[in-house]
């Protein structure tokens, strides 16, 4: 299902980059200051890889005694990009960011990356969505929690007030996750 909203109109076009032999001292640095949690790493006009926080806490507690700066972006940086065109649809750029388990897609466009979208990008058009991603999370979680019986779930209507939800057995009564935790 389209929105007919396009990749490109909720792009960040000043995004921040680096280029692959930038030290990872430096990009610590340059992520701080411009509050990111990636950076493109691209030669001229072309992408050539992405660094984000977990690479670089990453390098710090399994690298940490070498120094930092001899670290470069090139040696940490993930090289498969998943990317997406501008004339795409956010459904698609979402289905992407599932498929893959990314948050961040670089756009790109004959070969020269053109800007970036991020699940904030989404989150300032459609506050909405951030409501139903985070309810989505909510109900696969609890899925694979019953999955390996865990806890024991049904749906149906709260003994104590009578809401129809996602019922928990507590003390012999069926009742909904709030009246659990009020518990």
Known sequence: ??????????MTRNFIWVSPDTDLKKCAKTMIKKRVGSLIIKEGDELKGILTEK????AVVKKSKKDLSSILAKDLMKKKVVTIKPGA??????KRMKKKKVRRLPIVENKKVIGMLTTKDVFKIEPGLYELILESTKIKEESSKLKRGRILRRQGNCEECGEFDLLRRDDGAWVCESCYARK
């Open 55 to 58: 690479d670089i806490v990453w």
């Open 1 to 10: 299902m389209d929105t007919g909203i396009q990749v490109g109109d909720l």
């Open 89 to 94: 649809d956010l459904a698609e750029a979402l």
